[in-house]
């Protein structure tokens, strides 16, 4: 079989998650997770890519088995380790989105996110015309930012029920790093188990959406 052909073509509830995964992006990260959950959607990440595979089919894997995909290009900076070099990781799995929404059979939309305003047209100016979502750098900018991706949704959490499930998670993290065996937060394992933390919690916290009635012809 075609290793190409294990993960399922793209989900109504699948995200895609192009994010920077270092110790100050933290916040972020467990808000991005917290918000999305509370939309009732799943996120994914390149956490996931088993060590065994080539990294580059299953990240075009990851993607085309989401209907949606997050990039947030607010730490596109130049790694001061040296050699000092730029960050290209995220807006290279943003162009490989850009690609795969324009001939994927099955459609894919994809979100810019930014810290700074007007930043997006100096550092990749082959997106003009395209709104960035600006988050401030903060936790509740990228739950406003989350709410303004999927305003035409039918789920609408509000920004006080993304927040609860934030601390939630934040408080059932030291537990989920001990049983983890690791002190970061970017694996795999941890990468789970957060999410399904944020999931029970937006159970608890978040109304499920009141079903549409089809009207009788």
């Keep these: 079989m075609n290793e190409r052909s294990e993960l399922p073509a793209a989900k109504e509830y699948g995200v895609f998650l192009n994010i920077p995964y270092d110790q100050a992006f933290q916040p972020l990260y467990l808000a991005y997770i917290a918000g999305l959950c509370a939309f009732r959607l799943t996120p994914r990440a390149t956490l996931q890519i088993p060590g065994g595979e080539r990294r580059l089919d ?37 162009g490989l989105a850009v690609a795969w929404a324009k001939i994927s059979a099955t459609g894919h939309t994809w979100f810019v996110y930014e810290s700074r305003i007007r930043r997006l047209s100096k550092s990749l100016s082959d997106l003009d015309g395209t709104d960035a979502h600006i988050h401030s750098a903060t936790v509740k900018g990228v739950f406003r930012e ?7 949704e039918d789920r609408h959490p509000t920004i006080q029920q993304m927040r609860k499930i934030y601390q939630d998670v934040s408080d059932t993290l030291p537990v989920i790093l001990k049983q983890a065996g690791t002190n970061t937060i970017y694996t795999a394992r941890t990468f789970k188990d957060i999410c399904i933390a944020a999931r029970a919690s937006a159970d608890k916290n978040v109304p499920k959406p009141i079903a549409r009635k089809r009207l009788k012809r």
């Excluded at 989350?146 to 035409?152: E, R």
């Design 146 to 152: 989350l709410c303004n991706a999927f305003v035409g």
């Design 58 to 94: 299953r990240i075009l894997d990851l993607i085309g088995s989401c209907h949606y995909s997050f990039h947030d290009l607010s730490r596109v900076e130049l790694n001061l380790k040296r050699p000092a070099t730029p960050r290209f990781n995220m807006p290279f799995e943003l």
